[in-house]
Nanobody, 121 residues
């Protein structure tokens, strides 16, 4: 069984910063790409940032230059550093990982339960 657990969300003022973390645990053989998605009220879930096992990154245009995704492969953890936050960044942020389990070698995408980020004065 695999779990992704996010942490680090909360309330922050516009212009502030937050750092999200997501740790994967369980019967994991390997982790491929990891990423962060978000879903604001009344909107569809969207990709925020993603990172491959080799460290290549991809960002949504709306967060380029403000957010940085990174990962610690030894800890099976992905981070999202969010700076210069705006009210429109308010959303539930979900962690996603493409991974292979053991011993079945099943490969699939897994999701965390989400962490709420609220940007408001």
């Amino acid at each position: 069984q695999v779990q992704l657990v996010e942490s680090g969300g909360g309330l922050v003022q516009p212009g502030g910063s937050l750092r999200l973390s997501c740790a994967a645990s369980g019967s994991i053989f390997s982790i491929n790409a990891m990423g962060w998605y978000r879903q604001a009220p009344g909107k569809e879930r969207e990709l925020v940032a993603a990172i491959t096992s080799g460290g290549s990154t991809n960002y949504a245009d709306s967060v380029k230059g403000r957010f940085t995704i990174s990962r610690d492969n030894a800890k099976n953890t992905v981070y999202l550093q969010m700076n210069s936050l705006k009210p429109e960044d308010t959303a539930v942020y979900y962690c996603n990982a493409g991974l292979t389990t053991k011993p079945t070698s099943y490969t699939g995408r897994y999701w965390g339960k989400g962490t709420l980020v609220t940007v408001s004065s």
